[in-house]
């Protein structure tokens, strides 16, 4: 293995460093005979060795009369500071012992007696060897050097950081100044004057109850008590590693299952960052709720899944009002090997589950309660599956939820819930804590835990159990890594290598994965299996389903942070070969390892090769990163284009636009052919997305400019030929949008998809359905199975083509092949399940409707952009429409239409307010439909193309509702309009499709009393 690539021997520790010097050594050494200097010097030093080795530390090395010492490695004590301060003053009062034992008339008689200045640092070092040596290197050895040089003959020269350590065991004279070569800043030294106290010791380790935190515990039980059924509430628990957010959860619990009476179910799950498969936590907290959360039922990150299929049947039976297609979906859902992504009935299935609880357990006596630990690790869709629940749920239980913080998206899910900051322990508290812990502690030793702890329960507990193992109150930590770090030497070494080496993974690790690290790093593979078992019976890890993970994140930080740089670097590339080897790798964690593996130009390619790429806010911190790191111009402005993307379908309008011109002033600074095309390339996309299509033209024709004169590919020249023949169609040019996709078609070296997809972009908004449809087939027929993003932009098309040809049924099979293919953009996802659902309707499914319908709001609900908002809403509200379910219909259209007016998304408003003129129409609300005729008739000023279904609508109700003298002109119009259209269907159980919709029967019925043909009218007015 290279070098670079190999696990070098050490770590990275917080150490306390000793250098003592004889004072005159030069002088002594002309004035004594060399082999009685070499006798006093060899006497000396084995004092010194003596008394290093029985305070706990280690001789580093000897350099002259220097000697130099290390506490806290390769032995890690929580007081290494106060023991390296007795250590020295131990020696200097040896050292008067040697003087006073020499004979009389030695050489020493005349040169005042042998005096040490010594220097105490403690700072990060890190370990390693050399040769036959153990060595310690890093910046604090030369900080303790420098303090050993200024200090008096004969005393002790302290930083602050160990007299901050040891002030209860030491008194110490005023601060100093020393300057120090490499710091801008002086050194703050401080003299040792001596001891302090005596120091109080006792014995062993216990456990002990909860304690304090009563007034939070009340305010909490009182608020669960008056908790109304029909609004969320609760609490959210926030506060540092350690303070006791859990353990106050739990309590809370324990007192409310003490209640009389008290038969509600308490449902509990503990979100995990990286956490495998989508709704990890609701999963969880239903699987707990139904008695399955300790058996395993279904793997979590990196463990191997175990079934029970028909255990979790059972644990369904008792709720009688779950749909059983639902119980078998939900089966189905958590038994599966591969927790990936959820079906496509997933989200209707656990809504069922959920509510199915909430509703046979509405009627109990107390609330029921929902505890979420971890909270600010919440997966995505497990939020806004809450977020669905809110809005459509009957029942809204009560909620307890703690993280370290409360982050925006979580505040806005969960708005009902009371932020509280959960203080730490008060004085009397902490005290009563530590006893707790240690039955029997002496008052000063009680004390100064209390004090040392800062009222964190998790410091208080390690502090007082390491002092009664230890008997030994002489200092409490230095700090937080070293009480973790010291808590493992019970452990043998090769064990407290693998736990440090278990910390690069991001959260959890099964044991394969913990064998194939400890492989890859030089390791010995037989130990894992036994130390992971100790590791969770000593409760470091705990473990379900197979996968392990940190009990307490700053046990993870102590180790993390104890190992060596390289060796992080090495270990994070060994997890990140084992992600590369999946077939669907986790993209945040496999990002995460590549970047700290510091790969960062494999990063940038694995994340450019990400199909889900621009619509995965997650990845937007390593774009960041890797814009610092890489230095190839054209690679980072690649990064710009991802980033600017991601903020654009993130809804970060603003930001996105700043980027772009980021991406511009680079371009215009290189000069360079190839930037200039790939900005004018994503301005371009960017322009064609939100409708602003003149300068769609404008950037595309720039961009087409460069990369003739650039090394860009030629599929980058056809996506800008495609998108510019998108806008000409959008502005009425339809023949010069023909030319545009003849030229894509015509690149040299061009990609076919692209061309055929552009072709049938231009067909499907000029009328060509079937045409269209049948490109698309074409296209699909061709395509290599591995190109998943070209496969479900042409599926998106092909349904597309199918909903403008009233081929409702056809729809099913092209959505369903979409939908397998994973959640490349939410927006499709949405209008893709809203047109699955009305296939259904039409097939006379209402309850696969009815689930269909739940996944497209759920998924429209998860779309930041506005732009892609708009069209997914207006999609599931005609959806609606068409399916009887009006009043949604009507509700969804005007959530639809205040985005789409505000961004003036032309096409889509048409839609929406044609469908909420004829929504008000038919109910006899005609000022009101006439309203959103009258805003719909402004569009036509624009002289943009507008969806023909809807302008034949338009012109029917402009008939009735409008200029009464223009009526029979509008009926004209709107006739011949609909005889086109059915021309365009073509097949007759088509027109049949078209004709049962929304009031384009009475158009029919229209027709034939005007005797089958619709009157002639005059070109100028067929748009």
Not at 370 to 377: E, L, Q, S, Y
Not at 407 to 433: D, H, T, W
Not at 716 to 723: D, E, F, K
Request: aromatic residues 10%; hydrophobic residues 45%.
């Amino acid at each position: 293995m290279p070098e670079r690539d190999s696990i070098k021997t050490g770590e990275r520790r917080t150490a306390t460093l000793l250098f003592s010097d004889m004072k005159g050594f030069t002088s002594l050494s002309e004035r004594m005979d060399p082999e009685e200097m070499d006798s006093l010097m060899t006497r000396l030093f084995g004092v010194f060795e003596e008394i290093i080795k029985a305070y706990g530390g280690f001789v580093e090395k000897y350099i002259g009369d220097a000697l130099v010492a290390v506490f806290g490695v390769p032995d890690l004590h929580e007081d290494d500071p106060s023991r390296a301060v007795h250590a020295a003053m131990e020696f200097l009062s040896r050292v008067r012992a040697v003087v006073d034992s020499l004979p009389n008339g030695s050489a020493l008689s005349s040169g005042g007696g042998i005096l040490f200045r010594t220097g105490i640092h403690e700072g990060l070092v890190t370990t390693g060897r050399r040769g036959e040596f153990d060595v310690v290197t890093g910046h604090a050895m030369s900080v303790a050097e420098r303090l050993e040089a200024a200090a008096a003959p004969g005393s002790i020269l302290v930083s602050e950081a160990v007299k901050e350590k040891c002030e209860a065991d030491f008194d110490f004279g005023p601060r100093v100044e020393v300057e120090a070569k490499g710091k801008t800043e002086p050194i703050a030294a401080y003299a040792v004057l001596g001891e302090a106290q005596a120091i109080a010791r006792a014995p062993g380790r216990d456990a002990g109850p909860f304690v304090g935190r009563r007034e939070l515990i009340d305010e909490m039980l009182k608020a669960y008590m008056r908790n109304r059924y029909d609004e969320v509430s609760g609490f959210y628990l926030m506060g540092e590693a350690g303070i006791g957010k859990s353990r106050v959860v739990q309590a809370l619990a324990e007192k409310i299952r003490l209640f009389p009476d008290f038969d509600t179910p308490i449902l509990f799950a503990r979100a995990q960052k990286y956490r495998s498969g989508g709704f990890a936590l609701i999963v969880d907290i239903l699987l707990g709720c139904l008695g399955l959360g300790q058996t395993g039922v279904r793997g979590a990150a990196g463990g191997a899944a175990r079934t029970d299929r028909e255990a979790v049947t059972l644990a369904l039976a008792p709720y009688a009002a779950l749909p059983g297609a639902s119980a078998q979906r939900f089966v189905d859902l958590v038994c599966r090997e591969d927790p990936g992504n959820p079906d496509a009935a997933s989200i209707a299935a656990l809504y069922d589950v959920f509510d199915a609880i909430l509703v046979k357990h509405s009627s109990d006596l107390f609330p029921i309660l929902v505890c979420i630990d971890n909270a600010n690790f919440m997966d995505r869709l497990s939020r806004e599956f809450f977020q669905y629940l809110f809005k459509n749920g009957r029942i809204k239980p009560f909620f307890v939820l703690a993280g370290r913080d409360f982050p925006p998206e979580l505040r806005k899910a969960f708005q009902g819930l009371r932020a509280v900051k959960v203080p730490p322990l008060k004085a009397e508290e902490a005290e009563a804590f530590v006893r707790s812990r240690w039955p029997g502690i002496e008052a000063e030793a009680l004390r100064r835990i209390a004090e040392a702890g800062m009222g964190n329960p998790l410091f208080l507990r390690e502090y007082a159990g390491y002092a009664r193992k230890h008997k030994d109150l002489s200092s409490l930590p230095a700090t937080v890594q070293n009480m973790f770090l010291s808590s493992l030497e019970r452990y043998p070494p090769e064990w407290r290598e693998l736990a440090a080496r278990l910390s690069v993974f991001a959260h959890s690790f099964c044991l394969d994965e913990a064998s194939a690290l400890q492989k890859g790093a030089g390791g010995d593979v037989s130990i894992v299996a036994a130390a992971l078992e100790t590791f969770e019976r000593d409760e470091l890890i705990v473990g379900e389903a197979g996968a392990f993970s940190f009990r307490a994140d700053v046990f993870k930080k102590a180790l993390y942070s104890s190992l060596l740089n390289h060796n992080k670097r090495v270990l994070h590339g060994l997890i990140a070969d084992m992600l590369l080897s999946r077939e669907r790798p986790n993209r945040a964690r496999l990002m995460l390892h590549l970047v700290r593996a510091e790969r960062y130009d494999e990063a940038a390619r694995a994340m450019q090769d990400d199909p889900n790429l621009t619509s995965d806010a997650e990845l937007l911190p390593y774009v960041d990163l890797l814009l610092k790191r890489i230095r190839d111009e054209k690679a980072r402005v690649k990064l710009l284009i991802a980033k600017s993307a991601i903020l654009f379908n993130s809804g970060k309008i603003e930001e996105s636009e700043a980027v772009l011109q980021k991406i511009m002033r680079a371009a215009l600074t290189r000069g360079d052919p190839d930037l200039m095309g790939f900005a004018y390339h994503q301005i371009c996309n960017y322009s064609a997305m939100t409708y602003a299509f003149q300068k769609t033209v404008l950037t595309g024709q720039k961009a087409l400019y460069y990369f003739g004169r650039s090394q860009a590919g030629p599929r980058s020249a056809q996506n800008v030929l495609r998108t510019i023949a998108l806008a000409q169609v959008m502005r009425g040019n339809a023949d010069e949008a023909s030319r545009l996709v003849e030229r894509c078609e015509a690149v040299p070296g061009g990609d076919p998809f692209e061309a055929l997809e552009a072709r049938a972009e231009l067909q499907l908004l000029t009328g060509g359905y079937a045409r269209s449809a049948a490109t698309i087939d074409e296209s699909l027929s061709r395509m290599p199975a591995e190109r998943t993003a070209s496969r479900f932009y042409a599926y998106d098309f092909k349904i597309r083509a199918l909903w403008q040809l009233c081929d409702f049924q056809g729809i099913r099979e092209p959505a369903s092949r979409l939908l397998a293919l994973g959640p490349l953009s939410e927006s499709v996802l949405s209008q893709s399940n809203a047109m699955y659902a009305l296939s259904c309707v039409f097939s006379g499914e209402r309850e696969a409707a009815r689930e269909r319908f739940v996944q497209a709001e759920f998924y429209a609900a998860q779309i930041l952009n506005d732009f892609a908002k708009v069209d997914a809403l207006r999609s599931l509200a005609l959806c609606r429409y068409l399916a009887g379910e009006s009043a949604k219909a009507e509700s969804t259209a005007l959530e639809a239409l205040t985005l789409g007016l505000r961004h003036s998304c032309y096409w889509p408003t048409f839609t929406l307010l044609i469908l909420l003129a004829e929504y008000w129409a038919e109910r006899g609300k005609d000022d009101r439909a006439r309203f959103f005729l009258v805003e719909a008739s402004y569009l036509f000023s624009s002289g943009l193309h507008l969806p023909s279904k809807d302008l034949i609508l338009y012109y029917y109700f402009a008939s009735r509702l409008l200029d009464p003298a223009q009526a029979e002109r509008n009926m004209a119009v709107a006739l011949r309009l609909f005889e086109d259209e059915k021309a365009r269907l073509g097949k007759g159980e088509l027109v049949a499709n078209f004709l049962s919709m929304r009031s384009y029967g009475r158009l029919q019925a229209a027709l034939e009393a005007a005797g089958g043909e619709a009157p002639p009218v005059p070109a100028e007015d067929l748009r």
